[in-house]
């Protein structure tokens, strides 16, 4: 099991490093992750993560400080050495402007 906290403030810039963040670049973001691990039985496994996220400060295509969040759900099944059945569920959702459709 894992629980991560990060806050990165908005002036942070380093130009040879990698950080555990949501965008490429560390810097302007603050979070919270969460992961598991188990094995509820011989030969399965569930794993997940939950990753809530926030941006205080304005990014590329968004006109205000945006946040998002990450998760994923996964159950493995292995009858044998060779061969491994996985069942997996991940979605993300993230701040995005919304463009006028209507043009006068």
């Given at each position: 099991?894992?629980?991560?906290?990060?806050?990165?403030?908005?002036?942070?810039?380093?130009l040879f490093s990698n950080a555990?963040?949501?965008?490429?670049?560390?810097?302007?973001?603050?979070?919270?992750?969460?992961?598991?691990?188990?094995?509820?039985?011989?030969?399965?496994?569930?794993?997940?993560?939950?990753?809530?996220?926030?941006?205080?400060?304005?990014?590329?295509?968004?006109?205000?400080?945006?946040?998002?969040?990450?998760?994923?759900?996964?159950?493995?099944?292995?009858?044998?050495?060779?061969?491994?059945?996985?069942?997996?569920?991940?979605?993300?959702?993230?701040?995005?402007?919304?463009?006028?459709?209507?043009?006068?």
């Open positions: 099991m894992v629980v991560l906290y990060r806050r990165l403030h908005k002036a942070y810039q380093s555990f963040t949501e965008k490429t670049e560390p810097g302007n973001e603050s979070g919270l992750y969460w992961g598991i691990t188990f094995r509820p039985r011989t030969r399965w496994q569930v794993d997940g993560y939950l990753d809530l996220y926030k941006f205080h400060w304005l990014q590329y295509q968004i006109d205000k400080p945006g946040m998002g969040i990450d998760y994923l759900f996964q159950i493995t099944y292995s009858p044998s050495r060779a061969a491994n059945l996985v069942l997996r569920y991940r979605d993300e959702a993230k701040s995005a402007n919304i463009r006028n459709c209507w043009y006068p």
